[in-house]
């Protein structure tokens, strides 16, 4: 199979906010550093890289920042793992609230789209 060049396409509709942009860096940091798309992280952690005061708006808010993350990317010629989607729309992570977690899974083919596709990259600024 002869792979077509892939072709850099502005996938964000809008910039994210300043506080989504710290989330969606301090979750791709902490993939790097454990090497791992599942992580399960205590509501401290993102109460300290957010600066936000431990309680149930707080968390309200987070999830706020985790759906502004989940924004579908619509990408055009996407080819990921051998397989070519002429359209193919992506989220940036799966996350589940627990009672003292939030259990997230980034998205491998957002991370591909990420580093492969987008003009308009964020994650390693």
């Known amino acids: 199979m ?8 502005r996938l ?8 989504a942009l710290k989330l969606a ?10 090497d791992d ?10 109460f300290k890289l957010l600066n936000l005061h431990p309680c ?4 309200r808010d987070i999830r706020n920042l985790l759906e502004e993350l989940n924004e579908p990317l619509a990408v ?20 589940e609230i627990g009672e ?7 998205s491998p083919e957002y991370l591909h789209a990420h580093d492969k596709y987008m003009l308009d990259t964020f994650l390693n600024s």
């Open 25 to 34: 860096r301090g979750l791709y940091n902490t993939y790097i550093t454990y």
């Open 76 to 95: 055009k010629n996407f080819e990921f793992q051998g397989k070519t989607h002429q359209l193919k729309f992506i989220q940036f992570c799966n996350y």
């Open 56 to 59: 149930t708006d707080s968390i």
């Open 2 to 9: 002869i792979s077509n060049e892939i072709k850099k396409q």
């Open 100 to 106: 003292e977690t939030i259990q997230v899974r980034l």
């Open 12 to 19: 964000m509709s809008e910039p994210l906010s300043e506080n």
């Open 37 to 46: 798309f599942d992580m399960n992280i205590k509501f401290t952690t993102f």
